[in-house]
Each structure stands twice: as C-alpha cells, then as structure tokens.
C-alpha cells in the first residue's frame, strides 16, 4: 500500500498517479526512517532534511511538514504492519510540464516496510569494501541531499556485487572518499572518530549526525576532514552508518583486515537513545 500526502490530506495512492515527475523526471527527493517499538527514530533530523532539501530545490509546503506530519503518516500504517521497520518517504513536484514545472507544490508518497527488530544490531561479521571509481561524485547545490537520481550509488551497487563486495567506496573527482552506497563513512584513529566531508559530494547523512552526539555523550572526539585511500588502509576502524543499521564495521579493505573497534560501545549508545528516538 502507498500514501499520498497532498497539503495535508492522507490517502491511498491509485496506480493511475504511478507516473509522476518523480517518475519521469527523477524531480524529488526521498527519505528513509526507522521505526522502532512503535517509535519514529531520530525524525526530527529527517523532517529538518526534508525540509531543507526542498528549499534547495524550489518545493514548498503548505501547510509545513512537521514531525507531527510524520507520526500522522506512520499512523496510518501503524495498526496493518509491524512496530518495527522502516518508512519510506518519497517527495516530488506535484503537477505536469516538461522540465519546466508547472507547480512548486510537493507531493509524499509513503510506504512501511516492516522489522523483526527494533534495537540496532552489531553485525558477526565485518564487511569486505571496495572502491568504485567509475562515476565520481561532485561537490554542489545538490549534493548533500537524497535526491530520487540515484545512478551512481545503482552503479556502485551493480559492481560491488560483480566484485564480492559487500559494500563500495564513492570517491569525488580529486579521489577523496565521498561514501559508501547507502552509507556515510568514518574511520576510527587513535580513539577519535573522523567522518568524510561534506564537501566531497556525499549525503549528510542523519545517522552520522546521531553518531556525533553520541560520540560527545561518550567523549570521544568526532571530527569531519578529507579521507584519502591511504587514510582507510592506515586507520583502526572503518565504519558505516545509516538510518536503518545505525553502525556497521568492515573487516577487510583491499589487503588490510580490521577489528570492529569501538563500534559495540557506539551500537549501545543509539540503543539507549531509542528510548529517547526524536
């Protein structure tokens, strides 16, 4: 089932409303949200990105969306699926044209995906990561943001699994790490957590964002600079964070094995904050 969310009113979405300019256009943005215990999770961080994305790209809410929108929208699906999950947001122009819209009116779809589990989970085994250099990404107006034009993260995807890897490395066009497919990265160094710039043309990822506050709960210095290739095979720890996993470590790059390093104490730490989840 799809929700459509159009100036505040929630409905089913028909399959005639399928080829939208999201669709055709790739002219939106998505989201991806955890749902735990009933609970959104770290949704003031998500609905602060979405509103900021959709300024960059000329959207406009009316009413605004709140986290109250949000929890109104899981709402809707919370007595058909489970208390856990995820919830998918889409968010595109509303209206026809061609490349030049119509409209600045967004349109959300939405659909929950459900869970087993609630808490995060440390996974057995690390990840074996490669680096996909094939479309490097660039730092600007869009960048940072989770647009539905996703080519190059699908390319990555599509060689990994070529390759055996579980996850790849995007760099920029000056071979600085970007992030992962569906990731933001940071190394552990000498007991300080050092993430990727922003600058280098990869998402700002809310989890990253979550993972600095924990870290400064912890006292652990959380820092963002340029991360070299050489900068990974020399580090302690390789981690990825999303909003679904939260925090996973790999085990080999290139000829370099790891440990998972501090990632157990940082895994407890979101836990933690699940009782706490905006």
Not at 66 to 94: M, P
Request: glycine content about 10%.
């Amino acid at each position: 089932m799809f929700l459509k969310v159009y100036k505040g009113d929630i409905r089913i979405a028909s399959h005639s409303e399928e080829l939208n300019r999201g669709f055709r256009y790739g002219d939106g943005l998505f989201e991806t949200i955890k749902v735990a215990y009933g609970q959104i999770v770290n949704g003031a961080a998500h609905v602060s990105r979405l509103n900021r994305s959709c300024l960059r790209i000329g959207l406009g809410f009316e009413p605004a969306f709140t986290l109250e929108s949000l929890r109104q929208i899981y709402d809707r699906f919370e007595n058909q699926v489970s208390v856990h999950g995820k919830l998918r947001l889409w968010c595109f122009r509303a209206g026809e044209g061609n490349y030049g819209p119509e409209s600045s009116e967004p349109i959300i779809w939405a659909a929950f995906y459900p869970a087993e589990k609630g808490k995060f989970e440390l996974q057995e085994q690390g990840l074996r990561l490669g680096i996909y250099r094939d479309v490097p990404l660039s730092y600007t107006k869009l960048s940072g943001l989770k647009t539905m034009g996703a080519l190059p993260y699908v390319l990555a995807a599509r060689f990994a699994q070529k390759e055996g890897f579980d996850e790849a490395v995007l760099l920029d066009r000056e071979g600085f790490v970007a992030e992962g497919i569906s990731s933001n990265i940071c190394l552990l160094i000498n007991g300080e957590l050092m993430a990727a710039s922003l600058y280098q043309g990869g998402v700002d990822g809310c989890m990253m964002r979550r993972i600095e506050e924990v870290a400064g709960s912890l006292s652990i210095h959380f820092y963002r600079s340029y991360i070299s290739i050489k900068d990974l095979e020399d580090c302690d720890a390789i981690y990825l964070t999303n909003a679904i996993q939260g925090i996973q470590w790999v085990h080999q790059f290139k000829d370099k094995t790891y440990n998972s390093g501090i990632a157990s104490k940082l895994i407890a730490a979101l836990n933690i904050r699940l009782q706490d989840p905006v």
